[in-house]
């Protein structure tokens, strides 16, 4: 039979002892992702994370992080170191080529008394050569690619979950500045009320208490504002760092209802999520890397059959020392004899860590239909929550309104007029808060469904 039969059959049986070894996922997916939304081509995860944020100001957020952010800066250079081994783990299917030049100078003396003197002087051109007999090298390749390109998408789960980050960042400040002018403006109208109600108690048309719960009032409401003040430039500083760049301002614009319309959020088909989310084809690629480390320790079992060429000059004195040419050529097979089992426990461990890596692979499958099933009903409720807020601000205003015109006729007292101002101050904040959340859920959705990395066409 000839040696390239012997080879190929060799490599194929090693492929299937590892294949019936390495057992592959079992993950029975769902027709659709809820029993409510049925499955679509369309998926709002293809559309550019560009047309999602239309916002121009979180736009070039958007674009700093993903050109300075150090996480984004290092995983790049993660992606190119392991890129070279993995030219380095495919050259070593070629041979080795080396070269060298020495001179050696020994003196032997010994019990004798007679000293003699060895020189030699040498140059030589060596190339080696390891026949893959048993696929050690072949799976040392596949793992090497199969960690570069889990790099590769690692990088990709990397800038979808940062544009996740930096856009909910900047909702959250929006909300922020929005809550800070709701009670700077309300701080204002009870400075306002507590002028008017020190007047009528000065004036004698009222008693000393509604004057003192207008003081508690403007208090109150003050004692607020430094709370937000600092959380907003804690969120300043939140975004500053995922920009790559010292704390600072951050620009903004007025929080309001995301653009996006819900006839266009499609949640594609089930089976999709797995090649669209990088996090997932990550961990499939780190589980080949693992299946690749089951091939390399089965066929470090078997022997190796290395090839050694040499040939050059060699001689004992510079005099003739280019008429004395060299050559030597060495076949070695080396194979493990006695090792104590710890080839086969090598090998045994690997396939234990295979199936440890598949495990954690199923459970990342599982995690993100649970995260997309979960968005679906956080955008639901959101989406819900942003109409009930907004009911809710226009009947604590006309509360109010109320409350104050009662309340010049003499039909109710103070303390009903700073619970309509409680409510409505409540309400608006609510509602600021709702829309934020509003905002999220829907970065969270397009997140979870695996958008945000795409390439723009």
């Known amino acids: 039979?000839?040696?390239?039969?012997?080879?190929?059959?060799?490599?194929?049986?090693?492929?299937?002892?590892?294949?019936?070894?390495?057992?592959?996922?079992?993950?029975?997916?769902?027709?659709?992702?809820?029993?409510?939304?049925?499955?679509?081509?369309?998926?709002?995860?293809?559309?550019?994370?560009?047309?999602?944020?239309?916002?121009?100001?979180?736009?070039?957020?958007?674009?700093?992080?993903?050109?300075?952010?150090?996480?984004?800066?290092?995983?790049?250079?993660?992606?190119?170191?392991?890129?070279?081994?993995?030219?380095?783990?495919?050259?070593?299917?070629?041979?080795?080529?080396?070269?060298?030049?020495?001179?050696?100078?020994?003196?032997?003396?010994?019990?004798?008394?007679?000293?003699?003197?060895?020189?030699?002087?040498?140059?030589?051109l060596t190339i080696s050569w390891e026949a893959d007999l048993f696929g050690r090298i072949r799976w040392a390749k596949k793992e090497a690619l199969a960690n570069y390109l889990e790099s590769v998408e690692g990088q990709k789960a990397l800038q979808m979950t940062l544009i996740a980050e930096i856009a909910s960042s900047y909702y959250q400040l929006m909300a922020l500045d929005n809550k800070l002018e709701i009670l700077t403006r309300t701080l204002k109208t009870r400075e306002e009320d507590r002028n008017k109600a020190r007047l009528r108690f000065m004036g004698g048309l009222t008693s000393k208490i509604p004057y003192e719960q207008a003081q508690v009032e403007y208090a109150s409401t003050a004692a607020l504002i430094p709370n937000v003040q600092r959380q907003i430039k804690m969120k300043e500083n939140e975004i500053s760092l995922l920009t790559g760049k010292m704390p600072s301002d951050i620009l903004r614009s007025k929080i309001q209802r995301h653009e996006i319309s819900i006839n266009i959020l499609h949640l594609g088909i089930p089976s999709d999520l797995i090649k669209r989310r990088p996090d997932i084809t990550a961990a499939e690629q780190s589980l080949k890397a693992q299946m690749a480390k089951v091939g390399y320790s089965w066929a470090e079992r078997f022997p190796r059959f290395i090839i050694n060429l040499e040939g050059g000059l060699e001689n004992t004195a510079f005099k003739g020392f280019f008429t004395a040419p060299l050559t030597y050529a060495l076949s070695e097979l080396t194979a493990p004899l006695f090792a104590f089992g710890k080839r086969k426990a090598n090998y045994d461990a690997a396939i234990q860590a295979y199936d440890a890596e598949r495990y954690q692979y199923e459970k990342k499958v599982l995690q993100a239909f649970k995260e997309v099933n979960n968005a679906v009903i956080s955008y639901s409720s959101a989406n819900k929550q942003v109409e009930l807020m907004e009911n809710l601000r226009n009947a604590t205003k006309k509360y109010l309104d109320l409350a104050h015109v009662q309340y010049i006729n003499g039909q109710i007292n103070y303390i009903d007029v700073l619970h309509a101002q409680r409510s409505y101050l409540n309400a608006k904040i609510n509602l600021s808060d709702a829309i934020c959340n509003e905002n999220i859920a829907i970065i969270e959705l397009y997140k979870s469904l695996g958008g945000g990395w795409q390439n723009k066409k």
């Open 1 to 124: 039979m000839k040696p390239q039969i012997i080879l190929t059959l060799l490599i194929v049986c090693s492929s299937c002892s590892i294949h019936k070894k390495c057992i592959e996922p079992e993950i029975p997916l769902p027709n659709q992702f809820t029993n409510i939304i049925e499955a679509d081509s369309a998926c709002i995860a293809d559309i550019h994370w560009s047309e999602i944020f239309t916002d121009p100001l979180l736009q070039d957020l958007i674009n700093q992080t993903l050109t300075y952010n150090k996480d984004l800066l290092s995983a790049t250079a993660r992606i190119r170191e392991l890129e070279k081994l993995h030219q380095i783990a495919k050259a070593n299917y070629l041979f080795d080529v080396g070269a060298k030049g020495y001179i050696e100078h020994e003196t032997h003396n010994l019990s004798s008394n007679n000293q003699t003197i060895d020189l030699e002087i040498g140059t030589k």
